[in-house]
Structure formats: C-alpha cells, structure tokens
C-alpha cells in the first residue's frame, strides 16, 4: 500500500471517493471536522449529541454519500480527549485501517492536518500495519482494495511528516517480513530457502553469512544439529550483522531465534490435531529477521547482530531417538528425553556462539518455545524469562510503549534441578510442571553472566482474532518491542 502525504490536498467537501476526518473527544468541532459537519447539514453535530458516535479513541463510524460533500464516504474517527502517545496515533490509524477494509473501497484521503507531524508518520503506518494481507497463495486476489487506489494522508508539514515516516515505515516493513515469514508454509520456507531470503537484507545493508550443514558440523554444534538429522533439509544458521554504531567496535545488542521452519515433534510424534500450525515454529527467527530489516532501514546507531537457527524436526530413520545423549557447543552434554523440545537444543548452540563470537552488550533469545506459555499465559502476553532486572525492565517498558504485552517468569534453582540428567549433564525436559520454565533454565545454562533474556512467544505470534494493528494470523509480535530496546537503551539519544 503507497502511503503519500500532502500538505496541498483539496478541501474536505472537495475530495472525492473516501476521506476520512479525526474528531476531537472534548466534542467541540473545529477546522476539518467543522467544515464537514457544515457540508453534512448537522449530522456529524448531531451524531455526537445523540451519542451515536463519541469520538472516543479509535471510534469509527462511516457515512455514506455525505450531504453536499463530494466524497461518496465519509469516515469519522475520534481523537479521544487524552494526549496522544506516537503508540495511540499508530492505534487510531489501525482502527481506521480496519474501518477502511470494510468499505471495501479503492483508496482514501485522510485528513490528518490537526496532527504533529510525528504523530502523522505513526498513524499512517497504524493504517498499513493493519490492512497488511498474506495473499501469495490466493490465486487472483490483491493484497487489499483500498492499496489500489493508494493512502492519502493530510498533514500541515507534509516534510517532517515524510521524514518521521521514515522510521514508523521501517518498522512496519520489518513487521511484515516476520509476518511473511510466519506464514509461509514449510514446503515453500525450509532452511535453504529462508537463508536465501535473508541474504536480500544486504540490500539494505546488513552483512549476511550463511554457515551450512558442514560448517556447523565442524564447529561442534551438535545440539542444534541433532534436531535436524530427521529432515531431507540441511540445518542452516545466519548470521545478520547491522553495524550502526559511532564505534565500530562496541559491543552489540544480539537477538538471537528459533527458526524451526517446521515442528512434527520428530520421533516423539506430535498428535495430528492442529500440526500445520507448525510452521510458525520459525517464529522467532522471524522476529529477528524483521528486527534486522528495520534498525537497517531506519539506520539505527547501534551495533545489532542477529541469528538464527534454520532447522526442520522430522521423524525419520535418521532422526534422533529419545535417549540419544549430544554434545552441544559448549561442550556439555544433553540427554533427548523428548525431540519434541527441540527449540532449546537449536537454542543452546545458539547462544554459546553468540557470546563467544561477539560478546555481546546484551543478548535476548526469541521462540516459540513451549505449549506451557500459552497455558500460563494465553495470547496476550508473551513470557519472560532473565538473569538480569535491568534487561527485564527495559523489555517491559519497550513493550509497554509499543503496546505489546509481556510478563516476566521466574528462575530459580529449585526449576534448573528438574533437568538433572542421571547419564549426561542435563536432560531437555523437566517433567510435567512448570514446563516453560524448565525450558528457560536449559538455556540459561548456556549463558553465561552477560544480560541475557528468553521471550517465550509461542502465545503471540499466530493470532487467531485481528486487533487494531494486525489482521488475524500473524502478528510480528516483538519487532516492536526490540527496536525500541535498541533505540531506547543501545543508541545514542537524538538531540530532541
Ligand atoms: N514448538 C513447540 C511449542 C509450541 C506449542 C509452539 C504450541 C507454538 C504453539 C515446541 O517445540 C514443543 O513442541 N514443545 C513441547 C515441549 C515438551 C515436549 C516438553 C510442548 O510444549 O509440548
Ligand atoms: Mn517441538
Ligand atoms: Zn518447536
């Protein structure tokens, strides 16, 4: 969808086709919303009056053929009384995405003019952010009706809106490479194939290095390896290098994830219910990916690495068996009680690359790890887990001010002795209970004290109801929330 500003647009009672016009919650109407209420004879007056519409944040209410207005639709959308966060104007712009896709209409013109400009840039990617389709196997089907005719968005510096849409466009772009990423199937997105997408990101100037199956074999990463043997696709691992930083050399932020591009359980069979939602179990690899695309296309002045782990869990006369013992990079070893909680042997090796490589400022870790997160914690938090309250705390923020939700689990030695293993030095399963934290115990054991964090994702990256910024499906859950933590904690701040 082309997103154009402009500062020289027609007046609201001369634009044709859809316009869509932000109403201030105080009731009062003033500029655009007078004008139209002018040219609609009351009726916008009215509506407010006899409540219909209440201008509450993000209401919405749409008038066909309006009064002596040239426009054929007319959406009202309320400002609410609050002060806007760049978060709420991206939120009011998805719920005028979403009311855009009902009209089913080719293009719109949204006044906006009232707006400063940074609040333009986040609500116009609101817009994009919510009407984003995956259509690539719907033969015959566009993306979305209203992209053919383009977003039109009014803004009184159309320059500095433009400039700020840089960085809110970055972000939705990133977004949706996760998104595409996610929902891709496993025939069309297995290691090779992934890899070969994310080498386009040297495009945009992230360094990209790809280690094969015999690459990895010879550096000792036989945990993550172990996973794949079942698979007709050779594991892969990349690594993204984003180097922003004043200082060439500083220390980078890592962000590291789970690329399972699909997820039977291997010899340990998942049940066939519900199995082809596997193949969002590259979910983590996904964030990362789309973290990556956009601290580079917002050129962010931070050093950011990212990896991913590109593996496939198969059962196969190659697979690895229950009881098979590996030994992972770090030279430890770990007893497959399960090949079905393959994501933390991909992660292990994982994680003792990442601090060896490039020891890292900071390192967070990304999957759709366990089942047991979406029992403790549903679909509307993602669960984290870390060795360090101050990391946590930043997380929390970045997620609170992007509007994505996360609630710290807790470590403790009591969980990391569920994983004693009588053969080898540890088990990947811990019993029953407390399944994901015993999930997050086994990765930390293979981090050492640098500020380390594991979100548990599984809950929110496939969403089976739309909200204001995603359709239903894939959410691109975290891009968010891991660009603000490097902007906000691993960037110099910009002089305001
Ligand atoms: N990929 C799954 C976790 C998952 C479940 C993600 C549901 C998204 C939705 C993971 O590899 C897995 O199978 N975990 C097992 C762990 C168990 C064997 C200890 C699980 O959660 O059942
Ligand atoms: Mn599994
Ligand atoms: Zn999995």
Not at 152 to 171: G, N, P, R
Not at 403 to 413: A, N, Q, V
Request: aromatic share 6%; hydrophobic share 45%; charged share 20%.
């Amino acid at each position: 969808m082309t997103i154009t500003f402009t500062d020289n647009a027609a007046s609201i009672t001369e634009t044709g086709g859809t316009a869509v016009v932000l109403v201030g919650g105080d009731g009062a109407l003033s500029g655009t919303a007078k004008a139209a209420d002018e040219a609609m004879g009351g009726a916008l007056r009215r509506a407010l009056d006899a409540g219909t519409f209440k201008a509450k944040h993000g209401d919405t209410l749409a008038f066909p053929f309006p009064g002596a207005m040239k426009a054929d639709r007319l959406i009202l959308a309320g400002l609410g009384s609050d002060t806007q966060t760049p978060t709420d104007a991206r939120v009011l712009g998805g719920k005028i995405g979403a009311a855009l896709g009902k009209l089913d209409a080719p293009g719109a013109t949204v006044f906006a003019d009232e707006l400063e400009a940074a609040l333009v840039a986040e609500l116009a990617s609101g817009i994009k952010l919510r009407r984003y389709a995956f259509v690539r196997y719907k033969t015959g089907k566009d993306a979305d009706k209203l992209g053919e005719g383009g977003v039109t968005v009014v803004a009184t510096d159309k320059a500095a809106a433009s400039e700020a849409f840089i960085d809110t466009d970055a972000l939705a772009q990133g977004t949706f490479l996760t998104r595409d990423l996610v929902s891709e199937p496993a025939n069309i997105l297995y290691p090779a194939t992934f890899a070969e997408r994310l080498q386009e990101l040297s495009e945009y100037g992230v360094e990209v290095t790809v280690m094969g199956q015999r690459e990895l074999e010879e550096i000792g990463m036989g945990s993550l390896l172990c996973v794949g043997l079942g698979s007709q696709h050779e594991s892969k691992v990349v690594v993204m290098k984003w180097n922003g930083a004043e200082d060439a050399g500083a220390a980078p932020f890592c962000a590291v994830g789970k690329g399972v591009t699909f997820d039977t359980g291997g010899i340990s069979i998942k049940p066939a219910g519900g199995m082809e939602e596997m193949t969002m179990d590259m979910g983590g690899a996904g964030v990362v990916s789309g973290l990556m695309k956009t601290v580079a296309l917002r050129k962010a002045r931070a050093n950011v690495v990212g990896i991913v782990g590109l593996v496939e869990n198969m059962p196969d006369g190659k697979a690895t068996r229950p009881g098979d013992i590996v030994t992972s990079l770090s030279g430890k070893t770990i007893e497959v009680i399960n090949t079905d909680a393959e994501g933390r042997l991909v992660l292990a090796d994982l994680l003792t690359y990442a601090q060896r490589e490039f020891k890292p400022a900071a390192t967070v870790n990304l999957a759709t790890l366990t089942g047991a997160i979406i029992v403790a914690l549903g679909n509307y938090n993602a669960g984290l887990f870390s060795n360090s309250d101050a990391l946590s705390e930043q997380l929390a923020d970045a997620a609170e001010a992007e509007g994505e939700g996360i609630w710290r689990m807790p470590l403790s030695k009591e969980y990391d002795d569920l994983i004693k293993s009588s053969l080898a030095d540890m088990k990947n399963v811990g019993g029953r209970s407390a399944g994901s934290i015993t999930a997050a115990q086994f990765l930390q054991r293979f981090v050492n004290d640098t500020p380390w964090a594991h979100i548990d994702i599984a809950g929110v990256t496939l969403m089976k109801e739309a909200k204001p910024l995603h359709p239903k499906g894939a959410s691109g859950w975290g891009v968010a929330t891991l660009n603000r933590l490097v902007r906000d904690n691993f960037e110099p701040k910009s002089p305001a």
